[in-house]
Nanobody, 117 residues
Framework: VQLQASGGGLVQAGGSLRLSCAVS????????MGWYRQAPGKQRELVAT???????THTDAVKGRFTIARDNAKNTVYLQMNSLKPEDTAVYYC????????????WGQGTLVTVSS
């Protein structure tokens, strides 16, 4: 299973970005997808997960601002990030697992999000 993350960049506080994670190399359903992030000098943290098509969770720090979603036809999971804050600056990683949550079996390469104040 390969995960290819994209969509990071530099944005001003209050702006928006959408991260994408394309999944390939699997013929079976990847049931659990998620996004993690790791800020400089901090541990990696789970940001959001989606189980199946609709069961979503978001960490408290991003609730109401970030939304995880998936497009099964495109084998892609998204993280829509609105009202970005400087503290959202981090490398964002997508992860996948066929069955278990939080997902950790397969990882993408990370995409850098930088939010300027």
């Amino acid at each position: 299973v390969q995960l290819q993350a994209s969509g990071g960049g530099l944005v001003q506080a209050g702006g928006s970005l959408r991260l994408s994670c394309a999944v390939s190399g699997t013929s079976g359903r990847i049931n659990v997808m998620g996004w993690y992030r790791q800020a400089p000098g901090k541990q990696r943290e789970l940001v959001a997960t989606i189980v199946g098509d609709r069961s979503r969770t978001h960490t408290d720090a991003v609730k109401g601002r970030f939304t995880i979603a998936r497009d099964n036809a495109k084998n892609t999971v998204y993280l829509q990030m609105n009202s970005l804050k400087p503290e959202d600056t981090a490398v964002y990683y997508c992860a996948a697992d066929r069955y278990y949550t939080p997902p950790a079996a397969h990882w993408g390469q990370g995409t850098l999000v930088t939010v300027s104040s």
